[in-house]
């Protein structure tokens, strides 16, 4: 039987990769990408999974 | 009596526009939901902050209805602790986004908002607590510890924005010295003065508990010498008759069981009824009739139960001591005390002249008024009878 994906794990992943195409796209010029853009997706990224978490550990 | 269950704020779908959250929180408030409704589009003006405020009371308050009510996850424990750094941080993020946007009031303003909501927020769960849900299991209590520590994150967020709009709009320019002083006063006064406060605090406190020491073991006294000591006094006049001492010792036997075990037993329930079982008790004890006369009544609480206990001694002294005159009772309830006066027409007698270790008079009579806040005098000269005058506040 497959095993079901962690939500934590999957919500982490997910979001670790979104900020590689973002830091990509920023590196090929797409994005102009300053510290009051990267502080926010900072924050969505730990907040999200943080709250993935923590919603896995409900009962 | 039961504590009516806190008020729980929910949103109210039968009256929504959107989400019900205004509706809601009008109905909590006690207020029109228009008027909330106004200040949330005047939020949304300012930024778009209204938006943000009701996506998130949207999606965290709980509509009516238990099928709502039931689906939101019980959190406890590390688990609570990520759900809020994770929420916390995601409408961080949200904050941050707008002030980039430009959609942005001052952070003199927004940062100290945003601070008061969250403190607001730790401050109104700890009040009012979650409410109990349906088919969950009884919560464990939480430690006192933890408790404390979210009411002053709570209380330190608030005073923290305070502070920072203060600090913002330069309020604080002026008064900073003088706060500063302040501080620096207090904190040197405390260091002087903290070990006599503390030591004071400790005498205090261990004075109290003396005093209550002493005050029960001069009820304790007070009952012995009411019951045990009287018993024992009327065994030795009766003592040549068996069945009479037989009956004291068994009655006097259920009496201290009873109030060794604080079984409420067949004790009056009113002041009335209280003074008529001391004077038939009397009677049949010591064979002198006892009139008792009572204006009004009154439920027995803790004072009037001494007054009554302390009219009985009276009634016994008369009894013992009047030298077989019948002895008169008389009681009123009055609005602001309940008095209770007990006459012999007996030899009377000086109180000056009682010996200290005759408990009747002192103990049973006037230092059982006085412990109860009531006043107890005795009137009496010699061949003039005795009054015993007693009183309790109501």
Same mark, same amino acid.
């Given at each position: ?14 979001? +670790?990769?979104?900020?590689? +195409? ?21 924050? +969505? ?15 | ?26 109905? @909590? ?11 949330? =589009? ?40 990520? #759900? ?8 961080? !993020? ?15 303003? =927004? ?9 607001? !927020? ?32 709570? #209380? !330190? ?17 002026? $008064? ?59 065994? @030795? ?24 075990? @604080? ?10 009824? !209280? ?5 038939? %008790? ?16 009154? %439920? ?7 007054? $009554? ?17 019948? =002895?008169?009772?008389?009681?009123? =309830? ?28 002192? %103990? ?23 009054? #015993? ?6």
């Amino acid at each position: 039987m497959p095993s079901r994906p962690e939500l934590t794990s999957l919500v982490c992943g997910l979001l +670790v990769a979104l900020f590689g +195409v973002v830091l990509l796209l920023d590196a090929t010029g797409t994005l102009d990408l300053r510290f009051a853009a990267l502080a926010p997706l900072a924050c +969505v990224l730990v907040g999200a999974t943080l709250l993935a978490s923590g919603l896995t550990r409900r009962g | 009596m039961s504590a009516r269950p806190a008020p729980v704020l929910r949103r109210d779908p039968a009256h929504r526009v959107l989400g019900g959250v205004c509706a809601g929180i009008a109905r @909590q408030v006690g207020v029109d939901p228009l008027v909330v409704r106004i200040a949330f =589009v005047a939020a949304a003006f300012a930024g778009g902050l209204g938006f943000v405020l009701y996506a998130v009371a949207w999606v965290l308050i709980p509509a009516d209805g238990e099928a709502r009510a039931a689906r939101v996850p019980r959190l406890a424990g590390r688990g609570a602790v990520e #759900v809020a750094l994770g929420v916390g941080l995601l409408v961080l !993020a949200l904050l941050l986004t707008f002030r980039a946007l430009g959609l942005w009031l001052t952070d003199g303003v =927004v940062w100290p908002v945003v601070l008061v909501a969250a403190g607001g !927020a730790l401050l109104w769960r700890e009040s009012v607590g979650r409410p109990p849900q349906p088919e969950e299991p009884e919560p464990r209590p939480e430690r006192p510890a933890a408790v404390v520590s979210r009411t002053g994150l709570g #209380v !330190a967020l608030v005073i923290g924005a305070g502070v920072a709009f203060l600090g913002a709009t330069n309020a604080l320019s002026g $008064a900073r010295d003088v706060v500063l002083s302040v501080l620096v006063v207090a904190l040197v006064l405390v260091i002087v003065f903290a070990p006599w406060i503390l030591r004071l605090a400790r005498s205090l406190a261990a004075e109290r508990s003396e005093r209550i020491r002493s005050e029960e073991r001069a009820e304790l006294a007070a009952h012995l010498h009411d019951s045990v000591l009287q018993t024992l006094a009327l065994v @030795q006049q009766r003592a040549g008759d068996p069945r009479a001492v037989a009956a004291l010792a068994r009655r006097q036997e259920r009496e201290l069981r009873a109030w060794l075990a @604080q079984r409420p037993g067949t004790e009056a329930t009113h002041l009335a009824a !209280a003074l008529e079982a001391a004077a038939v %008790e009397v009677e049949r004890d010591h064979g002198v009739p006892v009139e008792v006369v009572v204006v009004g009544d009154a %439920e027995l609480d803790e004072r009037s139960r001494a007054l $009554a206990a302390a009219a009985r001694e009276a009634m016994v002294n008369a009894a013992k001591f009047g030298g077989g005159s019948a =002895v008169d009772v008389f009681a009123e =309830v009055l609005d602001h005390e309940v008095q209770v006066y007990v006459r012999d027409r007996g030899p009377g007698f000086e109180l000056a002249g009682v010996p200290e270790d005759r408990r009747g008079v002192r %103990e049973s009579i006037l230092g059982r008024m006085a412990r109860h806040g009531g006043r107890a005098a005795v009137h009496s000269a010699p061949g003039q009878g005795t009054e #015993v005058e007693l009183a309790v506040p109501r």
